[in-house]
């Protein structure tokens, strides 16, 4: 169990020393620091779908990718399944997570809700970045509505 | 026991490509070319085939006088051919398994190395030892 945690420390750094003071003032400083942090998932998504599907010819078409995303992916990085996915049928799906682990020490309700999202970039690189390696290009974004609940909106792209 | 293995990027051009007789190395990158026409056709059959276990290795994609040629898929479209010489009759289909499970594995760990950009050139030592390991045992 002392392994989960050691992974939300690290996140919990890497946020805080992107999102440091010193760093360029203004919204530009603040856009690069958001990418670079879903860069970072996204390598790990990379690997993460390269490694997880073991064996067997895991996915088929997009519902699996995301099935895959929902079950095995979450199950990997954060020892629980995905609460929620819902879809229109039209390449947008919606992840809902109830209880998001990375966002579990920070509190309940509405405290700290114009925080969250930063905590949540390296995660959208990450789904982002898995589905790459399945062969989907998808445009990830997140949004918290009260902690530690959230959701992740993922627009597949017609290539 | 293969004389000669290749990796294949999702966009069909070589990750990595290796034979064993170094003097006609030509030959055997036109086999592993004319075999992905092969291994796409079985992707393609695989998809619309309603069988419940896909599986990634594709078996055995056509047989020349001289030499055989294998293929595996990987999850993210990642080929991988084996061309194995036909005189070799005491190589079974398990054994081949076994040695695209050792691909797919060191495949795998270069895919997670972080010096590793996806879509270059494979120039990992570590994989090369590997494929090397797996054409050594040539009579």
């Given at each position: ?135 989907f290009r998808s ?13 992740f909106q993922v ?5 | ?139």
């Open positions: 169990m002392a392994d989960a945690v050691l992974f939300e420390f690290l996140h919990t750094e890497m946020v805080a020393e992107l999102w440091a003071p010193d760093a360029d003032p203004g919204s530009g400083g603040k856009k690069k620091s958001w990418s670079v942090l879903e860069g970072l998932g996204f390598r790990v998504g990379q690997a993460l779908g390269e490694r997880l599907p073991r064996e067997t010819l895991a996915v088929r078409e997009e519902l699996d990718a995301l099935k895959f995303l929902c079950k095995d992916l979450w199950a990997a990085m954060f020892q629980k399944h995905m609460d929620g996915l819902r879809t229109n049928h039209q390449g947008t799906y919606v992840l809902q997570d109830n209880n998001f682990p990375l966002l579990l020490t920070m509190g309940s309700g509405s405290q700290y809700i114009e925080e969250a999202p930063k905590f949540l970039a390296f995660t959208c690189g990450l789904l982002c970045g898995a589905l790459h390696t399945l062969g445009l990830v974004t997140a949004s918290v509505t009260a902690l530690p609940a959230c959701k627009v597949m792209q017609k290539s | 026991m293969a004389v000669c293995i290749a990796v294949i990027a999702k966009e069909n051009y070589p990750l990595y490509i290796r034979s064993t007789p170094t003097e006609n190395e030509l030959k055997f990158h036109y086999m592993v070319h004319t075999s992905l026409d092969v291994v796409d056709e079985k992707i393609s059959a695989m998809g619309k085939a309603l069988v419940d276990q896909r599986e990634l290795y594709l078996g055995l994609l056509y047989p020349t006088e001289d030499y055989k040629v294998y293929g595996y898929v990987t999850n993210s479209k990642v080929k991988f051919v084996m061309v194995v010489d036909s005189s070799n009759t005491a190589l079974r289909d398990n054994e081949i398994r076994s040695m695209f499970r050792k691909l797919h594995n060191s495949y795998t760990d270069v895919m997670c190395n972080p010096f590793y950009n996806p879509g270059d050139r494979i120039q990992s030592r570590a994989f090369d030892n590997m494929v090397t390991s797996m054409m050594i045992q040539v009579c």
